[in-house]
């Protein structure tokens, strides 16, 4: 995600640094929604890449963990598990935010380009303006993309574990590892409170951030780890 974004910011420069050959407002104006759809897009792929390969990463890390299992035989995903990952691209905070991206940088790049011909400034300076508003926005994205693609990462973990400890036909514990700090909210807290020190079976773990989740009244979609705002991570103990 982060050479994504490096990425981003690098064409956008590359695009305005263009737009400074322009003469007048209207062309000016003109530019806006191209510069929109093209990074909006850009954006886009890069964050389904980023999903994409923390989900298989995340499935594949995890199932290659367990002791005795064959990796050789790496697994493909169970259709179950892809459908997951359709789910994980098709709804939630990061869908939202990419999807209003291209709007709200619309938006943004016209009202900046409105305030720098009200103020008289002169089209270099509207543009660099234009650019600090573009890198900005980007920054946005990242950061949300950031939280809610280690929680996919953990999603992926956790089915790889369900789907090796269905080819052992065994059963591990897990816990939950919880950054148990300031930022932590009550939830979060409990959830840290409540964890086994020996750690828990995979269904009772699941069982139990859901039942904390509904309690705090979050909407949690899969088998998510309680809303992604948190650095919290799935890690097995025996
Ligand atoms: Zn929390």
């Not at 709007?103 to 790049?109: E, V």
């Given at each position: 995600m982060e050479s994504?974004?490096?990425?981003?910011?690098?064409?956008?420069?590359?695009?305005?640094?263009?737009?400074e050959k322009?003469?007048?407002?209207?062309?000016?104006?003109t530019q806006v929604n191209d510069i929109a759809v093209m990074l909006a897009k850009r954006m886009r792929d890069a964050i389904l890449d980023d999903i994409d390969f923390a989900y298989r990463n995340g499935y594949r890390s995890a199932y290659e963990e367990i002791k005795g299992i064959s990796k050789a035989k790496a697994p493909d995903m169970?259709?179950?598990?892809l459908d997951v990952l359709v789910l994980l691209k098709n709804e939630g905070a990061l869908y939202n935010a990419y999807n209003q991206f291209q709007?709200?940088?619309?938006?943004?790049?016209n009202q900046t380009i409105m305030a720098g011909i009200a103020e008289g400034s002169s089209i270099p300076?509207?543009?660099q303006n234009m650019r600090q508003v573009g890198i900005g926005e980007t920054y946005k994205l990242t950061r949300i993309a950031r939280t809610e693609i280690t929680q996919i990462a953990n999603e992926g973990r956790l089915r790889g574990y369900q789907r090796a400890e269905g080819?052992?036909?065994?059963?591990?514990?897990?816990?939950?590892?919880?950054?148990?700090?300031?930022?932590?909210?009550?939830a979060h807290k409990e959830l840290a409170r409540r964890m086994p020190s020996g750690g828990m079976y995979l269904g009772d773990l699941i069982?139990?951030?859901?039942?904390?989740g509904s309690k705090y009244r979050m909407n949690l979609r899969g088998h998510s780890l309680l809303h992604p705002n948190q650095r919290t991570s799935l890690v097995r103990i025996v």
């Open positions: 994504a974004a490096r990425e981003l910011r690098g064409v956008l420069v590359q695009e305005l640094t263009q737009l322009v003469r007048t407002y209207d062309e000016l104006r169970m259709p179950e598990d709007s709200i940088l619309t938006d943004k790049l300076t509207i543009v080819r052992m036909k065994m059963q591990f514990k897990y816990s939950l590892s919880v950054a148990n700090d300031a930022r932590a909210c009550d069982m139990l951030q859901q039942e904390i």
